[in-house]
């Protein structure tokens, strides 16, 4: 199993600041996802990158694939109370499995 | 169906008891997965199927928890003898695997277990 470490564990902000979460590995993934969780429900893909120094946006959201292929990060700018919720990473490992990280909880404050 | 249905959404047993968690994957998607998680943390691999072959079961936590697939569509988790550390949340996920690309998996709402 690979191990993936996701900081911070919590991570608690107000309404319209910006963020960044970690993801990290000590193996090389073929891919990288994010996923969104929201409480009773299963996770929901936001993106994912497949590149080694590969950065994508969605809105307010930038993600980047390192360039060795092992870290990842998330960064959220002007933080919304929608944006509250579980964030996963997830490593492509060979024969198409999908590893998790560890986990963010981020909790926005109106 | 439109997405992965998971029955029950909520299944209380006492300890010792066998226990069968269903996934019902979306249609024409060839890979199944099944996760654990625990309050707060990310889910945890258990077994992944391509069709009715399980192509990784390095997951499975030991010989009590048991995974098929027999027509390639519908998946079972079966628990044998549960234990108290078997709580937590069962996720599973389907994907249709492309040639190319990273795995896009769709994951149900999971089966909350819970054993007294």
């Known amino acids: 199993t690979q191990l993936l470490e996701q900081s911070p564990q919590f991570l608690s902000i107000q309404e319209g600041e910006n963020l960044t979460v970690y993801c990290n590995s000590s193996?090389?993934?073929?891919?990288l996802q994010w996923y969104r969780q929201e409480p009773g429900e299963g996770p929901v893909l936001l993106v994912t990158?497949?590149?080694?120094?590969e950065v994508k946006k969605l809105k307010r959201l930038t993600f980047q694939f390192g360039d060795a292929r092992k870290d990842s990060s998330l960064h959220i700018t002007a933080a919304q109370p929608g944006d509250t919720g579980l964030y996963l990473c997830a490593g492509g490992a060979g024969a198409n499995n999908l590893f998790f990280g560890t986990g963010t909880r981020l909790t926005v404050i109106p | 169906g439109a997405g992965v249905s998971q029955t029950p959404s909520n299944k209380v047993t006492e300890k010792g008891k066998y226990v069968e968690l269903r996934c019902d994957p979306i249609s024409g998607h060839t890979a199944l997965y099944w996760y654990r998680q625990s309050l707060g943390q990310g889910p945890e691999f258990l077994i992944y199927f391509q069709g009715t072959g399980a192509a990784d079961d390095s997951g499975l936590p030991n010989d009590r928890f048991f995974a098929v697939r027999p027509e390639g569509s519908v998946s079972t988790l079966k628990i044998q003898r549960t234990e108290r550390g078997d709580s937590a949340v069962y996720l599973c996920?389907?994907?249709?695997?492309?040639?190319?690309?990273?795995?896009?998996?769709?994951f149900g709402a999971g089966s909350r277990l819970t054993v007294l």
């Open positions: 996920a389907s994907s249709l695997l492309g040639a190319s690309g990273a795995n896009v998996l769709t």
């Open positions: 193996s090389v993934f073929s891919s």
């Open positions: 990158v497949v590149t080694g120094g």
